[in-house]
């Protein structure tokens, strides 16, 4: 028999972490639009011969003064709201995403180099709904140059039958902090500890379903190394891991099922 007590409750803080969720992103969306505003008021005031650069100084005085203890609206505050401004103004496919990310992931944006690889950062940022430290990461590890050759490299039969390739060529798994001389399964055992990292690193997209996953074909008992479903695909993904014994690389060989 259902527990009413138990339904009730479930549905109540659904509703509530809903509402505050949704809250947020209001919040989140008038600020980074109030940013976006003032850096265009100063992007054009900073044209004007009269005003230059020097000031933007005054105005974070001002702005103290009319907001004493306010935060962010330093010299160099001030500055990130002009460039962030700047660099998305003259493109309307990226600049209706940037309030949906926060400021903080905004201006970790700064450290991508053209106006293509900030907008892949932003749509993934928002697919995935990074952290600042996951966004970092993403980037640090070259994750737009690698999904881009992973892109070029796959098999046109293969991009026929996907919207997307979700393989990349090489993945970054330093987190596995694995010791300089480590087989196949201190490999697997590595990625099963970290797995939050490394489902990070494939992509949200991937379910990990188990490992050493036992399978019978003709006959023939085999076990896969790592199983994963992925649900846009819907299909499951089998991971076999291989260690070249020359310099130890480590290949991830997928097959989807």
Known sequence: MTDIKNVVSEDIIFIINNSRNNAYRKVNEELIRMYWKIGECLSKLSKETSYGDSFIEEVSKQIQLSFPGIK????????RMRQFYETYK?????SPLVTQLSWTNNLIMSDTKTI??????IRLCIKENYTKRQLKRQIDSAYYERYMLSKELLLQESKDQMKENPFQDSYIIEFLDLPSSFK?????EGIIRNMKHFVLELGNDFSF??????????GEDYRIDLLF????LKCLVALILKLENSNRNTFLKWISI
């Open 209 to 218: 379903v188990g490992e050493e996953y036992r399978i019978q074909v003709g």
């Open 229 to 232: 479903f992925h649900r846009s």
């Open 184 to 188: 196949e399964s201190d490999l697997r």
């Open 116 to 121: 293509e690889e900030k907008d892949f950062y």
């Open 72 to 79: 962010g609206f330093d010299r160099r505050g001030l500055y």
């Open 90 to 94: 003259d493109n309307e496919n990226v």
